[in-house]
């Protein structure tokens, strides 16, 4: 009798003991991811934009030297973004640049200084039209991975990129660049999000990761 009484005792304090630290250890990581959280609560959108902008641009230089790609450096100004609020576009941005400021219809819109946004259409004295890549009209020559695979970027409300090689392998988190003659080659697109089969079945096409949205687009660079 006395030995199931003891069994029942230690069976109570092991369960006691069992609550206790569950109390404890389940909410310490609660309190420290408030605390975490808390921390980056307190950075301002602009900053963040900013650690996204230098974290593509850091990946974009390491893929360029894996590859032995030299981007030219043609100079480049900033302009600011008009708004249109509340009649906003999903595909064009119209930028405060023009051509008393150098600015000509080809030129090449960055999201930081080595990410592609989208290329200038249409200038004025004083402003510019830019197609991003939310833009259906706007089809880019890429190359995919570390095989450089040829694809075709496609832009709409969500860009994609087509026409790729069945018989080439493609995966998710691959790099894409730019690979087209009027433009710097080797410039960042995105990276691939999800692969499958077009609609015939001919071709692979996938769907793409941005760094950025079109409303994300206060400020953008210009190559001149």
Avoid: W
Wanted: hydrophobic letters at 40%; aromatic letters at 8%.
């Amino acid at each position: 009798m006395k030995y199931i009484q003891f069994i029942l005792i230690l069976m109570c304090l092991l369960i006691g003991t069992s609550v206790f630290a569950t109390s404890v250890f389940i909410k310490k990581p609660s309190f420290l991811m408030g605390q975490i959280q808390g921390l980056f609560s307190n950075v301002s959108l602009d900053d963040q934009k900013r650690l996204i902008q230098e974290n593509e641009d850091l990946r974009n230089k390491l893929y360029a030297r894996e590859h032995t790609i030299t981007i030219a450096s043609s100079g480049t100004m900033q302009a600011k973004v008009f708004s249109l609020y509340p009649f906003n576009t999903k595909n064009r941005l119209f930028i405060d640049k023009g051509l008393q400021d150098g600015l000509q219809v080809g030129s090449i819109a960055l999201f930081s200084e080595r990410v592609f946004a989208g290329q200038v259409q249409n200038v004025t004295k004083t402003t510019g039209e830019v197609a991003t890549v939310f833009d259906g009209g706007l089809s880019v020559p890429v190359r995919i991975g570390s095989q450089e695979v040829n694809g075709l970027l496609q832009g709409g409300v969500n860009p994609q990129i087509t026409l790729i090689d069945k018989a080439k392998k493609v995966q998710v988190g691959d790099v894409i660049i730019t690979a087209a003659k009027d433009m710097p080659y080797g410039l960042t697109v995105g990276a691939i999000r999800e692969v499958h089969e077009d609609s015939l079945g001919a071709f692979l096409e996938a769907t793409i990761e941005l760094p950025y949205t079109i409303n994300d687009l206060r400020t953008i660079l210009l190559t001149q």
